[in-house]
Each structure stands twice: as C-alpha cells, then as structure tokens.
C-alpha cells in the first residue's frame, strides 16, 4: 500500500469505530449493524456470535439503561502484508453506564480494549471479528447531582435517536 492509500484506509477505520460506538450510545440499531460484515463473528465474554446478533443483542441491553457514553483512545491498526483489504486492530474504550441498581441511580464504568479484525469489501472496511477485553470496571451510586442545580441550563444530551447530534436542520441554522 502506499502511504496515501495506508492513511486513507486508517481514516476510514478510525471511522468505523466511531459509528459502532455512536450506534451504541443512540440506540441506532441501523447505524450500529453497518459496522458489520454479515458474516462476521464476534466474542465480548457475555456474547459470542454474530456481528448482527451482537447488534440485537446490545441494543436491548442498553435500552434498559438511562444513559450511555463510549469514549475511544488510542487505536492502533495494522495491515496485513499479504492482503491490504485486511487490518488488525487494538482500541482502548472507557464506557459510562448510568443504570438502575435496585432501584438506584447507579454509575457504572468498565474500560478496556477491542481487539479487532477488519475487511475492506467493494471498498468498504467493515468488522470481520471484535473482541471485547475489560481491564478494569467499578460500580457506584450516581453522583451529578450538580446537573439539577449549578448546571440546570446545560443542554443535555439523550440516550436514543432524538439525541441533537441527529438534527442537521437546527445545527445548520445555529
């Protein structure tokens, strides 16, 4: 690959991994599924199957919850050198979880890496196999309290598709 075609590649990949995390974080189940190969296979410890499965599979499980955020890092990619419409890739997340534990607003954090492998089909990268690796995690009760008060007229994002980020008409005349 040239130099060109390698930092293109890796763009799009970059790309890629921030469109399966905003999937997640709105609950877009359509945008989330087109990270995937239809063929794909993934393994996060409490799922193993599917790309598409995992999709259904996670965006049930977050709806339950009342606010989501996936903040990705570092994100090392790699090319195979026999095959350039294939990479390898390492990326480092920390995911806040606001759920209801008995009840309780409670904040949980679990961070980790992607352990990754992607396929370039008809010129399009995609996940071929994602791995999920935790490194640590915590649970503790909700502590924003300072949102109701001090930060009452912050603008507060939503957990599903009426998100903002979703309204070009509003951002284009802001």
């Given amino acids: 690959m040239t130099d ?5 590649a890796k763009d799009a990949i970059r790309d890629l991994a921030s469109r399966y995390m905003r999937g997640q ?3 877009d189940h359509t945008l989330q ?3 995937f190969w239809p063929d794909s296979t993934t393994d996060y410890g409490i799922f193993k199957g599917s790309g598409p ?3 259904d599979f996670a965006q049930n499980l ?3 919850h009342l606010a989501n ?9 790699e090319f195979d050198p026999a095959d350039p419409t294939r990479a390898y890739g390492e990326v480092y997340y920390y995911a806040f979880h606001r759920i209801l534990d008995d009840g309780a607003p409670t904040d949980m954090v679990i961070s980790g890496r992607y352990l990754d492998r992607y396929e370039q089909r008809n010129g399009e990268w995609r996940f071929a196999h994602r791995s999920e690796f935790v490194d640590w995690a915590r649970k503790e009760p909700a502590a924003d309290a300072i949102l109701t008060t001090d930060l009452a007229a912050c603008l507060m994002g939503r957990h599903d598709m009426q998100d903002r980020s979703y309204d ?3 951002l284009a005349t802001a």
């Fill in 69 to 77: 955020q996936h903040i990705i890092g570092q994100h090392l990619i």
């Fill in 33 to 35: 599924l087109a990270t």
């Fill in 53 to 55: 499965d995992f999709v």
């Fill in 62 to 64: 977050l709806t339950e």
């Fill in 4 to 8: 060109l075609a390698t930092l293109i």
């Fill in 25 to 27: 974080d709105r609950l």
């Fill in 168 to 170: 070009r008409a509003w």
